[in-house]
């Protein structure tokens, strides 16, 4: 990993071993040295500034970085979407070094979450000045809409984390930024992991992939949610396992009307995919095995 970095991001590494004084002479009165170690893509660790209920679950896994000197770089974008984009970020001290994920949700005047009403039904609002901004469409009501969907993906995270479900490992968040684990492809160390989408598993891995997303599903069929969007676009595959992702509109299967309807569209998502694979598989036979865990 380390080699991928310093090899496609050298730049990274030159400017903050680079000195202060080789980049700056003229400085404000308020310069402080610390600040100006970092360079525009860079920013001090924002664990420190993180609660207990903003972190992952306990016990935290050996690659997430508690030091308050750890310095974050924007290495590119991952992924870009209509909500969010996603981010790769590289955490580091002297002697430790990580690549995260960041999913940024956007701002106001560049959001559209045009489906959102789909997926929310069931859910509560508990201040009444935030259910009358999302009611009404204001643009503080759109600042809320984002935060609710920041809050709902971390939330979902957690829960789906810690009932053993293959998400990634939500390492923090932080306003509408949530940072967590960077699913890596085994075979491309320092790359992101494909999309099932774009994979072309043999037989045998072909059945291990069914086995585990349909388990997946059932996990979260335990916990009394669906997908809701579903599909090969967002589970990646990183070598022998996959990873499910993009959990922001998870479905409340008992509060949500169309919660069933919901999950029946993604058995049809995923059995259209591998049944295209070469694999036996029916949409509705495993919406009733599905079904049979919720309830």
């Known amino acids: ?59 935290y896994p050996e690659f997430v970085i ?92 957690r829960l789906c984390f810690e009932a053993g479900a293959p998400v990634p490992y939500p390492v923090q968040i932080m306003g509408t930024e949530i940072l967590m684990e960077f699913i890596e492809d085994p075979e491309a160390p320092g790359a992101a992991a494909p999309r099932l989408q774009h994979v072309r598993p043999g037989p045998e891995r072909l059945e291990s992939y069914w086995i585990q997303l349909v388990e997946a599903m059932k996990t979260f069929a335990r916990l009394g949610f669906a997908h809701g969007d579903l599909s090969p676009y967002n589970v990646l595959a990183a070598g022998e396992r996959l990873v499910v992702i993009d959990l922001p509109q998870f479905v409340d299967l008992a509060g949500n009307e169309r919660g069933v309807g919901l999950l029946q569209r993604d058995c049809h998502n995923v059995c259209a995919w591998f049944s295209t694979r070469g694999l036996a598989v029916d949409g509705d036979a495993l919406l009733a095995e599905i079904i049979a865990e919720a309830w």
Do not use: C
């Open 66 to 157: 508690e030091d308050a000197g750890a310095i974050d770089t924007e290495l590119g974008v991952l992924k870009t979407g209509k909500e969010a984009d996603v981010f790769l970020i590289e955490r580091a001290t002297s002697d430790q070094h990580v690549l995260l994920a960041a999913k940024r949700y956007r701002s106001p005047e560049q959001r559209s979450f045009t489906r959102s009403s789909t997926y929310t039904e069931g859910r509560n609002v508990k201040r009444s000045r935030d259910a009358r901004a999302l009611k009404n469409g204001s643009t503080y009501g759109r600042i809320v809409e984002a935060s609710r969907w920041a809050n709902s993906e971390w939330q979902y995270l």
């Open 1 to 59: 990993m380390q080699n991928y970095v310093e090899n496609n991001f050298p730049d990274t590494f030159e400017r903050r071993a680079a000195g202060a004084d080789s980049r700056h002479t003229d400085r404000a009165d308020d310069w402080n040295y610390l600040d100006d170690q970092l360079s525009e893509s860079q920013r001090w660790s924002t664990w420190p500034a993180t609660e207990k209920l903003m972190r992952g679950p306990l016990p």
